[in-house]
């Protein structure tokens, strides 16, 4: 397990020189941008205008702040992410124009490399164990096991404490996240009051 702090991520200019991207890991380690097995990053969006183009490459989006943004696909569909927490899935090579709604926003980006392996994405909500629910019930945070050949976790709300297994909690705030290699069923416990990305790849 390697604990990465938003804090300690570098800006660089995007791929098409018209946004800036903070790498948060990639397969394998600082591979460039033609040649990663998966990589994930966190994008700041300040303008509307293009995506940068990335032939085989499955791409999956996540806004994590700000108003939102429309991505148009030539020909296609629109993805339109409204709310914080939303996603959008849309092939690399696809050309995508991304309409702001209203100024910036921040965005979570997963982009795995087709064939070489699957990536997926789920939103974990998480509350402070013990808030009271329906009819003054309690709620325990919920167990997840964790199976894949890599997963990462990654606050994009709140402040969350991580417990895997039998180890001792780790607390993750936005924008830190937890790369766990071969978890293999392991059991994982979030509390606090945020949300969590689980993202879990498994090579081809």
Known sequence: MTLIRG?????TPWKNGGGVTREIVAFPQSA???GFV????????AQSGPFSRFDGIDRTLVLLSGAGMLLDEAN????ALKEPLEIARFAGE???DARLVDGATRDFNLMVRRGAATGEVEVW????EGAAGAAGATDAAPIHHLSADVVLLFCAAGSLEVTLGATAPVTLTIDDTLHIEAPAALACKARGEGALLAIRLHYA
Do not use: N, Y
Request: charged share 20%.
């Open 7 to 11: 804090a300690d991520l570098v800006a």
């Open 94 to 96: 696809t050309a995508i």
């Open 38 to 45: 998966w990589r994930v990053s966190i994008a700041d969006v």
């Open 76 to 79: 296609g569909p629109t993805h």
């Open 125 to 128: 909500q998480a509350q402070a």
């Open 32 to 34: 460039k941008l033609d």
